[in-house]
Protein backbone atom coordinates (compact mmCIF):
# COMPACT_ATOMS: atom_id res chain seq x y z
CA UNK A 1 0.00 0.00 0.00
CA UNK A 2 0.97 3.41 -0.67
CA UNK A 3 2.01 5.56 2.11
CA UNK A 4 3.07 2.96 4.71
CA UNK A 5 6.16 3.76 6.10
CA UNK A 6 8.78 0.54 5.65
CA UNK A 7 9.93 0.22 9.55
CA UNK A 8 13.82 -0.07 9.66
CA UNK A 9 15.38 -4.11 10.82
CA UNK A 10 16.24 -4.11 13.99
CA UNK A 11 19.96 -5.42 14.05
CA UNK A 12 20.13 -8.46 16.18
CA UNK A 13 23.21 -10.15 18.05
CA UNK A 14 23.32 -13.60 18.64
CA UNK A 15 24.48 -14.13 22.01
CA UNK A 16 27.04 -15.82 21.23
CA UNK A 17 28.99 -12.40 19.23
CA UNK A 18 27.21 -10.77 22.29
CA UNK A 19 29.75 -12.25 25.08
CA UNK A 20 32.41 -12.09 22.36
CA UNK A 21 31.52 -7.99 22.12
CA UNK A 22 31.47 -8.16 26.10
CA UNK A 23 34.53 -10.05 26.43
CA UNK A 24 36.46 -7.43 24.15
CA UNK A 25 35.26 -4.56 25.94
CA UNK A 26 36.35 -5.77 28.88
CA UNK A 27 39.33 -6.39 27.72
CA UNK A 28 40.16 -2.65 26.20
CA UNK A 29 41.00 -0.60 29.15
CA UNK A 30 44.09 -3.57 29.73
CA UNK A 31 45.19 -3.59 25.97
CA UNK A 32 45.09 0.52 25.77
CA UNK A 33 47.10 0.33 28.80
CA UNK A 34 49.76 -2.14 27.43
CA UNK A 35 49.58 -0.24 23.90
CA UNK A 36 50.59 3.08 25.63
CA UNK A 37 52.83 2.09 28.33
CA UNK A 38 54.66 -2.10 27.35
CA UNK A 39 54.51 -1.58 23.91
CA UNK A 40 57.66 0.83 23.58
CA UNK A 41 59.62 -0.61 26.86
CA UNK A 42 59.38 -4.20 25.57
CA UNK A 43 60.78 -3.50 21.65
CA UNK A 44 63.72 -1.48 23.57
CA UNK A 45 64.43 -4.02 26.08
CA UNK A 46 64.87 -6.36 23.07
CA UNK A 47 66.87 -4.16 21.20
CA UNK A 48 69.04 -3.78 24.11
CA UNK A 49 69.70 -7.19 24.73
CA UNK A 50 71.64 -7.26 21.27
CA UNK A 51 73.31 -4.12 22.04
CA UNK A 52 76.42 -3.36 24.72
CA UNK A 53 74.68 -0.19 26.03
CA UNK A 54 76.80 2.52 27.06
CA UNK A 55 76.84 6.51 28.02
CA UNK A 56 77.74 8.47 25.18
CA UNK A 57 80.35 11.51 25.98
CA UNK A 58 77.59 14.34 25.43
CA UNK A 59 74.60 12.34 27.42
CA UNK A 60 72.76 9.77 26.23
CA UNK A 61 72.67 6.15 25.32
CA UNK A 62 75.17 4.61 22.93
CA UNK A 63 74.65 1.01 21.55
CA UNK A 64 77.10 -1.69 20.01
CA UNK A 65 76.06 -4.21 18.35
CA UNK A 66 77.11 -7.30 19.82
CA UNK A 67 74.39 -10.31 18.66
CA UNK A 68 73.83 -13.11 20.88
CA UNK A 69 77.13 -12.25 23.42
CA UNK A 70 74.89 -11.44 26.11
CA UNK A 71 73.11 -14.20 25.76
CA UNK A 72 75.49 -16.28 25.83
CA UNK A 73 77.76 -14.53 28.54
CA UNK A 74 74.87 -14.65 30.75
CA UNK A 75 74.65 -18.22 30.56
CA UNK A 76 78.87 -19.07 30.62
CA UNK A 77 80.52 -16.37 32.57
CA UNK A 78 77.73 -14.50 34.38
CA UNK A 79 76.90 -15.19 37.81
CA UNK A 80 74.12 -14.10 40.07
CA UNK A 81 74.14 -11.69 42.50
CA UNK A 82 73.86 -14.91 44.95
CA UNK A 83 76.67 -16.38 43.16
CA UNK A 84 74.79 -19.13 41.48
CA UNK A 85 74.76 -19.78 37.68
CA UNK A 86 72.04 -18.48 36.22
CA UNK A 87 71.24 -21.90 34.78
CA UNK A 88 70.65 -23.17 38.27
CA UNK A 89 68.28 -20.10 39.42
CA UNK A 90 66.45 -20.83 36.45
CA UNK A 91 66.13 -24.14 36.54
CA UNK A 92 65.64 -23.65 40.61
CA UNK A 93 62.84 -21.31 40.23
CA UNK A 94 60.89 -22.91 37.69
CA UNK A 95 61.17 -26.55 39.76
CA UNK A 96 59.61 -23.89 42.69
CA UNK A 97 57.42 -22.77 41.07
CA UNK A 98 55.44 -25.45 39.56
CA UNK A 99 55.74 -27.44 42.90
CA UNK A 100 54.14 -24.35 44.80
CA UNK A 101 51.46 -23.37 42.52
CA UNK A 102 49.23 -26.21 42.72
CA UNK A 103 49.61 -26.31 46.07
CA UNK A 104 48.72 -22.29 46.34
CA UNK A 105 45.38 -22.99 43.92
CA UNK A 106 44.39 -26.12 46.46
CA UNK A 107 44.93 -24.09 49.68
CA UNK A 108 42.96 -21.45 48.35
CA UNK A 109 39.91 -23.12 47.27
CA UNK A 110 40.39 -24.70 50.65
CA UNK A 111 40.04 -21.12 52.25
CA UNK A 112 37.19 -20.20 50.06
CA UNK A 113 35.03 -23.58 51.08
CA UNK A 114 35.46 -22.44 55.12
CA UNK A 115 34.61 -18.99 54.12
CA UNK A 116 31.23 -19.63 51.61
CA UNK A 117 30.40 -21.96 54.81
CA UNK A 118 27.33 -20.66 57.02
CA UNK A 119 27.58 -19.45 60.13
CA UNK A 120 26.93 -17.50 63.25
CA UNK A 121 30.04 -14.64 62.61
CA UNK A 122 30.89 -15.01 59.18
CA UNK A 123 31.28 -11.56 58.20
CA UNK A 124 33.60 -10.67 60.87
CA UNK A 125 35.57 -14.12 60.40
CA UNK A 126 35.93 -12.72 56.61
CA UNK A 127 36.92 -9.64 57.10
CA UNK A 128 39.52 -11.39 59.68
CA UNK A 129 41.17 -13.62 57.19
CA UNK A 130 41.07 -10.80 54.15
CA UNK A 131 42.45 -7.86 56.31
CA UNK A 132 46.34 -8.67 55.43
CA UNK A 133 45.43 -9.94 52.49
CA UNK A 134 43.91 -6.62 51.31
CA UNK A 135 46.15 -4.31 53.54
CA UNK A 136 49.44 -6.54 52.88
CA UNK A 137 50.44 -8.78 55.72
CA UNK A 138 53.24 -5.81 56.95
CA UNK A 139 50.96 -3.53 57.50
CA UNK A 140 48.81 -5.89 59.73
CA UNK A 141 51.98 -6.71 61.68
CA UNK A 142 52.66 -2.73 62.24
CA UNK A 143 49.24 -2.71 63.52
CA UNK A 144 49.53 -5.42 65.65
CA UNK A 145 52.76 -4.13 66.95
CA UNK A 146 51.75 -0.70 67.72
CA UNK A 147 48.32 -2.50 69.69
CA UNK A 148 50.04 -4.90 71.29
CA UNK A 149 53.58 -3.94 72.17
CA UNK A 150 54.98 -6.67 69.12
CA UNK A 151 55.37 -9.98 71.10
CA UNK A 152 52.54 -11.68 69.77
CA UNK A 153 53.01 -10.64 66.50
CA UNK A 154 56.81 -11.36 66.44
CA UNK A 155 55.64 -14.80 67.80
CA UNK A 156 53.39 -15.23 65.28
CA UNK A 157 54.76 -13.88 62.12
CA UNK A 158 58.36 -13.58 61.96
CA UNK A 159 59.07 -16.90 63.12
CA UNK A 160 58.40 -20.34 61.94
CA UNK A 161 56.17 -22.65 63.05
CA UNK A 162 58.25 -25.50 64.88
CA UNK A 163 56.96 -28.59 62.92
CA UNK A 164 59.71 -31.46 64.71
CA UNK A 165 56.39 -33.07 66.21
CA UNK A 166 55.20 -33.28 62.58
CA UNK A 167 58.14 -34.54 61.08
CA UNK A 168 58.58 -37.10 63.61
CA UNK A 169 54.85 -38.30 63.66
CA UNK A 170 54.78 -38.76 60.07
CA UNK A 171 58.23 -40.52 59.88
CA UNK A 172 56.89 -43.25 62.68
CA UNK A 173 53.80 -43.62 61.84
CA UNK A 174 53.23 -43.24 58.19
CA UNK A 175 54.83 -44.69 54.84
CA UNK A 176 55.09 -41.42 53.16
CA UNK A 177 58.79 -41.38 51.92
CA UNK A 178 61.56 -38.65 53.39
CA UNK A 179 61.04 -36.41 50.48
CA UNK A 180 57.21 -36.55 50.47
CA UNK A 181 57.68 -35.86 54.80
CA UNK A 182 60.29 -32.64 54.53
CA UNK A 183 57.75 -31.08 51.46
CA UNK A 184 55.10 -31.28 54.17
CA UNK A 185 56.97 -29.77 57.18
CA UNK A 186 58.00 -27.06 54.55
CA UNK A 187 54.31 -26.12 54.04
CA UNK A 188 53.27 -25.99 57.63
CA UNK A 189 56.66 -24.33 58.55
CA UNK A 190 55.57 -21.18 56.34
CA UNK A 191 51.94 -21.36 56.76
CA UNK A 192 51.86 -17.67 56.78
CA UNK A 193 53.09 -16.88 53.67
CA UNK A 194 50.88 -19.51 52.18
CA UNK A 195 48.46 -17.42 53.33
CA UNK A 196 49.80 -14.49 52.37
CA UNK A 197 49.80 -15.92 48.57
CA UNK A 198 46.35 -17.15 48.71
CA UNK A 199 44.55 -13.85 48.72
CA UNK A 200 43.26 -13.08 45.42
CA UNK A 201 42.80 -17.02 44.58
CA UNK A 202 40.50 -17.32 47.43
CA UNK A 203 38.53 -14.70 46.12
CA UNK A 204 38.34 -16.08 43.03
CA UNK A 205 37.04 -18.96 44.24
CA UNK A 206 34.61 -17.94 46.87
CA UNK A 207 32.65 -15.59 43.79
CA UNK A 208 32.79 -19.01 41.85
CA UNK A 209 31.04 -21.02 44.60
CA UNK A 210 28.51 -18.63 45.64
CA UNK A 211 27.65 -18.27 41.47
CA UNK A 212 26.96 -22.01 41.61
CA UNK A 213 22.97 -22.77 41.95
CA UNK A 214 21.69 -24.16 45.03
CA UNK A 215 19.15 -25.97 43.32
CA UNK A 216 22.15 -28.58 42.68
CA UNK A 217 23.16 -28.95 45.77
CA UNK A 218 19.04 -29.78 46.74
CA UNK A 219 18.56 -32.03 44.01
CA UNK A 220 22.03 -33.95 45.38
CA UNK A 221 21.01 -33.93 48.97
CA UNK A 222 17.60 -35.44 47.87
CA UNK A 223 19.49 -38.51 45.44
CA UNK A 224 21.13 -39.26 48.44
CA UNK A 225 24.89 -38.14 47.97
CA UNK A 226 27.04 -37.50 50.49
CA UNK A 227 29.58 -34.40 50.88
CA UNK A 228 32.34 -35.77 49.47
CA UNK A 229 30.03 -36.93 46.33
CA UNK A 230 28.35 -33.42 46.01
CA UNK A 231 32.09 -31.97 46.02
CA UNK A 232 33.32 -33.74 42.90
CA UNK A 233 30.65 -34.34 40.90
CA UNK A 234 28.72 -30.78 41.09
CA UNK A 235 31.18 -28.11 43.03
CA UNK A 236 34.43 -28.96 41.44
CA UNK A 237 33.50 -29.60 37.84
CA UNK A 238 31.48 -26.18 38.25
CA UNK A 239 34.50 -24.39 39.20
CA UNK A 240 36.67 -25.60 36.65
CA UNK A 241 37.00 -22.71 34.34
CA UNK A 242 37.57 -20.58 37.61
CA UNK A 243 40.52 -23.18 38.96
CA UNK A 244 42.42 -22.79 35.19
CA UNK A 245 41.70 -18.80 36.02
CA UNK A 246 43.24 -19.26 39.13
CA UNK A 247 46.20 -21.62 38.21
CA UNK A 248 47.25 -19.09 35.27
CA UNK A 249 46.90 -16.02 37.57
CA UNK A 250 48.78 -17.98 40.65
CA UNK A 251 51.41 -19.34 38.31
CA UNK A 252 52.46 -15.83 36.58
CA UNK A 253 51.94 -13.92 40.11
CA UNK A 254 54.89 -16.55 41.36
CA UNK A 255 57.00 -15.73 38.19
CA UNK A 256 56.89 -12.15 39.05
CA UNK A 257 58.00 -12.42 42.99
CA UNK A 258 60.59 -14.96 41.77
CA UNK A 259 64.40 -14.17 42.65
CA UNK A 260 64.82 -13.12 38.55
CA UNK A 261 63.25 -10.07 38.64
CA UNK A 262 65.64 -8.97 41.09
CA UNK A 263 68.41 -10.24 39.34
CA UNK A 264 67.31 -7.92 36.04
CA UNK A 265 67.26 -4.60 38.34
CA UNK A 266 71.08 -5.94 39.55
CA UNK A 267 72.57 -6.08 36.44
CA UNK A 268 70.58 -3.38 34.51
CA UNK A 269 71.37 -0.86 37.23
CA UNK A 270 73.42 -2.00 40.22
CA UNK A 271 76.29 -3.13 37.57
CA UNK A 272 75.19 -0.49 35.40
CA UNK A 273 75.37 -4.04 32.68
CA UNK A 274 72.24 -3.17 30.19
CA UNK A 275 72.79 -5.36 27.80
CA UNK A 276 72.64 -8.75 30.14
CA UNK A 277 69.88 -7.34 32.29
CA UNK A 278 68.09 -7.02 29.23
CA UNK A 279 69.08 -10.47 27.40
CA UNK A 280 68.32 -12.06 31.27
CA UNK A 281 64.64 -10.01 30.78
CA UNK A 282 64.15 -11.51 27.63
CA UNK A 283 65.01 -15.36 28.61
CA UNK A 284 62.75 -14.55 31.76
CA UNK A 285 59.94 -13.43 29.36
CA UNK A 286 60.27 -16.69 27.04
CA UNK A 287 60.70 -18.68 30.19
CA UNK A 288 57.35 -17.47 31.22
CA UNK A 289 55.25 -18.30 28.11
CA UNK A 290 56.85 -21.46 27.73
CA UNK A 291 56.16 -22.86 31.03
CA UNK A 292 52.59 -20.91 30.46
CA UNK A 293 51.96 -22.94 27.72
CA UNK A 294 52.97 -26.40 28.99
CA UNK A 295 50.62 -25.97 31.91
CA UNK A 296 47.75 -24.73 29.72
CA UNK A 297 48.71 -28.02 28.05
CA UNK A 298 48.58 -30.10 31.05
CA UNK A 299 45.60 -28.91 32.55
CA UNK A 300 43.85 -29.17 29.04
CA UNK A 301 44.69 -32.88 29.04
CA UNK A 302 43.63 -33.71 32.67
CA UNK A 303 40.16 -31.76 31.83
CA UNK A 304 39.96 -34.08 28.89
CA UNK A 305 40.58 -37.38 31.17
CA UNK A 306 38.31 -36.02 33.38
CA UNK A 307 35.57 -35.62 30.65
CA UNK A 308 35.97 -38.94 29.08
CA UNK A 309 37.26 -37.79 26.24
CA UNK A 310 40.91 -39.07 24.11
Sequence with gaps: MEGTAVKPKKLRISHQNMRKIHGIVFMLPWLIGFILFFIKPLVNTIKYSFHEVGVADNGGMTLKYVGLQNFTNLFRSEVSSQSQTFLRVFTDENIDIFINTPVIVIF???CAILVNVKFKGR?????????????????????????????????????????SFLIDFLLNYTFLPLNVTLFISDLASNI????????????????????????LYEV???????????????TLPLLSNISLFALVYTFVDMFLQSSIS??????????????????????????VLIDLLLLLFITSKVVKLNNGEK
Design 262 to 287: TEIYYFAFNKNNIGVGSSLSVVYLFN
Design 123 to 163: GLARVIFFLPIVLGLKVVVDLVNITSGGDVADAAVSSQIDT
Design 108 to 110: SLF
Design 220 to 234: ARIEGANSYEVFWKI
Design 192 to 215: FTLISQTGVQTLIFLAGLQSINRS
